[in-house]
């Protein structure tokens, strides 16, 4: 597995350490660029990002060293700071649901999306029918990346995010692998592609 590092300013997220309990999953949602989206994250002085960005390739960018923290999950009050600081951020890039309009579709900027990379869940989640795919790369990248952080942080495997709603499990920090709709109701990442579903349930037995 390879990782590049694109490193962010040291000013940019909390260079202390702490026992990481969780993974968080997300999804980019606005643009599919690392490139831009770590960009964003260096002129951003509220210190919000994540450790690690997978690109549409399959490519992992790292950049800050993941027993550090930054702001994530995006719960605001003292009471939940620690799940930021116990967690370890993971975004796709993926820009998320989509709007179709005369079988075409369309991300939040109006730029089109090719069929071949949306899925059509039947019913809105979070708001939408239609969402941008991650990738059989992402997947793949993905899944090296969370045996390997769940073996170095002795994170359990154990997999919450069967029903894709808000669980309590996680607002408590218990240890496990989660995506961000498992903390709020307001986002949509990451939603339920049934090849991540199989991923994670594949890591979940695979230890």
């Known amino acids: 597995m390879k990782i590049i590092q694109s490193p962010l300013l040291a000013s940019q997220y909390y260079r202390t350490?702490?026992?990481?309990?969780?993974?968080v999953l997300h999804g980019t949602n606005?643009?599919?660029s690392p490139k831009n989206i770590i960009s964003y994250w260096h002129s951003n002085p509220a210190?919000?990002?994540?450790?690690f960005i997978i690109d549409r390739d399959g490519t992992i960018y790292q950049t800050f060293e993941s027993h550090y923290w930054i702001h994530h999950i995006g719960i605001r009050g003292k009471d939940f700071l620690s799940l930021d600081q116990y967690s370890i951020a993971i975004t796709m890039c993926c820009?998320?649901?989509?709007?179709?309009?005369k079988g075409q579709f369309f991300n939040m900027h109006n730029s089109i999306i090719d069929a071949s990379e949306v899925i059509d869940y039947g019913k809105n989640f979070r708001?939408?029918?239609?969402?941008?795919?991650?990738?059989?790369?992402?997947?793949d990248s993905l899944k090296e990346l969370l045996l390997k952080l769940c073996h170095s942080f002795y994170i359990p495997t154990q997999i919450t995010t069967e029903k894709w709603d808000v669980s309590l499990k996680a607002l408590d920090g218990k240890p496990g692998i989660y995506t961000n709709v498992n903390f709020r109701q307001d986002?949509?990442?990451c939603h339920p592609q049934p090849e991540l579903i199989q991923m994670l349930m594949s890591i979940e037995s695979s230890l």
Do not use: H
């Open 17 to 23: 350490a702490y026992a990481k309990k969780q993974i």
């Open 187 to 189: 986002v949509s990442d």
């Open 30 to 32: 606005s643009d599919s």
């Open 47 to 51: 210190k919000i990002g994540a450790a």
């Open 127 to 139: 708001g939408y029918r239609y969402f941008q795919k991650y990738t059989s790369e992402q997947l």
């Open 95 to 101: 820009v998320g649901g989509l709007n179709e309009e």
